[in-house]
């Protein structure tokens, strides 16, 4: 029998008592706020954005709030848990426990920013074109954080980089978890009971996260295309690189018309994409960057 890694991975950096403590998905979000905001501020000083580079920290902060959280969380209950509130209506504002969906905090982004951009009076499409320059690196943490979490894992595989998930199993709660971890002789007692599965999180790291940043950074910067086609290539190519991670992944919901639901959902990104991309090359407007001026 081949040595497949065994995920007994703690969901902690560190902890006071049983539930409480800096988790690795809080850190994963913190970090991708940051460099986020780095990034967003560098295309700023290089004049891709409309927002001057001291207004980017604000504007970060609450599209991280507004759009992300909050959009990421009522996503995830409305389109895989439509349950949860009914058990616990608190599960809702629980996002330290995981639980967050990916189209869900786009779709919040996109209601964020058009209120943003109304708000303060500049382009929407040229706030979304930068912003979804920087996305794929807290979808890259993300997921990350999925996989040190055991969540969201992938199908049933024997290729040699296979992960022995013991979350799959609903016997083993985190309790037992920390058993695991301090005596690794027990590992034997649960992975008979276990199957190799792909580390779909980490392919999803890749696509979502490192693949689809590299892109859109060397658009944005070596490319000159209309205001809003880049934010047509983050829906299109995002909805594509999710489709094809979602076959190695287990679905962890029902199946809509044969497709997993993140399959179901990418398909509306891509559309999206497509009116994005049309209303680009309709309109046009090409920017030309002016490095911008900090205050003092």
Same mark, same amino acid.
């Given at each position: =029998?081949?040595?497949? $890694?065994?995920?007994?991975?703690?969901?902690?950096?560190?902890? &006071? @008592?049983?539930?409480?403590?800096?988790? !690795?998905?809080?850190?994963?979000?913190?970090?991708?706020? %940051?460099?986020? +905001? !780095?990034?967003?501020?560098?295309?700023?000083?290089?004049?891709?954005?409309?927002?001057?580079?001291?207004?980017?920290?604000? &504007?970060?902060?609450?599209?991280?709030?507004?759009?992300?959280? #909050?959009?990421?969380?009522?996503? $995830?209950?409305?389109?895989?848990?439509?349950? =949860?509130?009914?058990?616990?209506?608190?599960? %809702?504002?629980? /996002? !330290?426990? @995981?639980? =967050?969906?990916?189209?869900?905090?786009? %779709?919040?982004?996109?209601?964020?920013? %058009?209120?943003?951009?109304?708000?303060?009076?500049?382009? !929407?499409?040229?706030? @979304?074109?930068?912003?979804?320059?920087?996305?794929?690196?807290?979808?890259?943490?993300?997921?990350?954080?999925?996989?040190?979490?055991?969540?969201? $894992?992938?199908? /049933?595989?024997? /290729?040699? +980089?296979?992960?022995?998930?013991?979350?799959?199993?609903?016997?083993?709660?985190?309790?037992?978890?920390? #058993?695991?971890?301090?005596?690794? *002789?027990?590992?034997? *007692?649960?992975?008979?009971?276990?199957?190799?599965?792909?580390?779909?999180?980490?392919?999803?790291? &890749?696509? *979502?996260?490192?693949?689809?940043?590299?892109?859109?950074?060397?658009?944005?910067?070596?490319?000159?295309?209309?205001?809003?086609?880049?934010? @047509? +290539?983050?829906?299109?190519?995002?909805?594509?690189?999710?489709?094809?991670? *979602?076959?190695?992944?287990?679905?962890?919901?029902?199946?809509?018309?044969?497709?997993?639901?993140?399959?179901? $959902?990418?398909?509306?990104? #891509?559309? #999206?994409?497509?009116? &994005?991309? +049309?209303?680009?090359?309709?309109?046009?407007?090409?920017?030309?960057?002016?490095?911008?001026?900090?205050?003092?």
């Amino acid at each position: =029998m081949m040595a497949y $890694y065994f995920n007994d991975l703690s969901p902690f950096i560190f902890q &006071f @008592g049983n539930e409480f403590g800096l988790r !690795w998905y809080g850190m994963a979000y913190l970090a991708a706020f %940051l460099i986020g +905001w !780095w990034l967003y501020r560098l295309l700023a000083k290089r004049g891709y954005s409309d927002l001057q580079p001291q207004q980017v920290g604000d &504007f970060i902060f609450a599209a991280a709030v507004f759009g992300v959280l #909050i959009g990421g969380r009522i996503g $995830y209950v409305l389109f895989y848990e439509p349950g =949860m509130l009914a058990q616990d209506p608190l599960a %809702l504002l629980k /996002v !330290w426990e @995981g639980g =967050m969906s990916s189209h869900g905090g786009i %779709l919040g982004l996109i209601i964020f920013t %058009l209120v943003y951009s109304k708000w303060k009076k500049i382009s !929407w499409v040229n706030l @979304g074109d930068n912003l979804v320059v920087v996305s794929p690196v807290g979808l890259f943490f993300g997921r990350c954080a999925n996989f040190i979490n055991g969540e969201l $894992y992938g199908r /049933v595989s024997q /290729v040699p +980089w296979a992960v022995y998930f013991p979350r799959e199993l609903p016997s083993v709660t985190e309790a037992k978890m920390e #058993i695991l971890r301090s005596n690794p *002789e027990t590992r034997a *007692e649960v992975i008979d009971y276990l199957q190799p599965r792909h580390p779909s999180q980490l392919y999803e790291a &890749f696509a *979502e996260g490192l693949l689809l940043f590299a892109i859109l950074w060397l658009l944005r910067t070596r490319c000159r295309l209309p205001d809003g086609a880049l934010t @047509g +290539w983050f829906f299109i190519l995002y909805a594509l690189g999710r489709i094809s991670v *979602e076959f190695f992944r287990e679905p962890d919901a029902s199946l809509i018309l044969g497709m997993s639901r993140g399959q179901f $959902y990418s398909l509306f990104m #891509i559309l #999206i994409g497509l009116v &994005f991309l +049309w209303y680009a090359h309709r309109t046009g407007r090409v920017r030309q960057p002016q490095p911008a001026r900090e205050s003092s």
